[in-house]
């Protein structure tokens, strides 16, 4: 199976390969800037080189960008709106030069104006980003979201909707994430919820589309609409429900990336080890 989890390359890109190999990850992921704020690292063309090698020797299969959470394409502020759009083509572009696969990006929120507007601001500034950038490595994924207050994403149709407006181009996808699913309403603990999810997704934006997920647990019930990742076995999907998620038939071959709060990333060799174990052949 593919998996990984949520590194940092703030010591550079090769040093996340390492972690990935020591907690037995085949895959990870990383912030492409300061999540809170947006400040980026340079990073060389020496480090992006190095770093493809690398992968390829230790059989890194899948790297993931997430972009920082200030970015909010939904906003009704211009400025905000303005360097949300230049953030996320200059990080597509930087990161499809290193060859990574995919970039997450939350879709935005709409801070109270509508679901319908914010929309239309994603489309708008999505639409500038696509038309502009010409990178064939990194594919651009809309994550699915809890649907925690005015956030976009919760509900699959939203992202539908934003397909629609971009006339369904080829360089997108989207990650599910099972800690935000769960919050929304889709009940992964039972295999009957996970067979009504896959339906869902594949009459809304057809299952190739789906290109990984964010595999936590979560610390608040089915369909709170809150988005409390706990770790994996330790919260409501808990041990079987994550079993019955890593198994299905639908899901089983995507990369899982752990998001799961951890005082130190070599925690995550644990969950990682308890993924592998509840993996059936
Ligand atoms: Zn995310």
Redesign the pocket.
Known sequence: MIIGAHLSIAKGMSKAVDQARGIDGNAFQFFTRNPRGGKARAIPRAEMEEFRQRRLLDGVKCVVG?MPYTINLATNRPDIHEFGKMTLLADLERFNEAGVEYL?L?PGSHLGDGGRAGIERIIDALTYVLSRYQGENTLLLL?TMAGQGTEIGGDLWEIKEIFVGLGWPQNMGICL?SCHLFAAGHDLTQTAGIDHLVDELDRSLGLDRVKMM?LNDSKKGLGSGADRHAKIGQGVLGVEGIGKIVNHPALRDLPFILETPVADYQEYAEEIRLVRQLRTA
């Open positions: 997430h997450v939350h994550e994430d964010h």
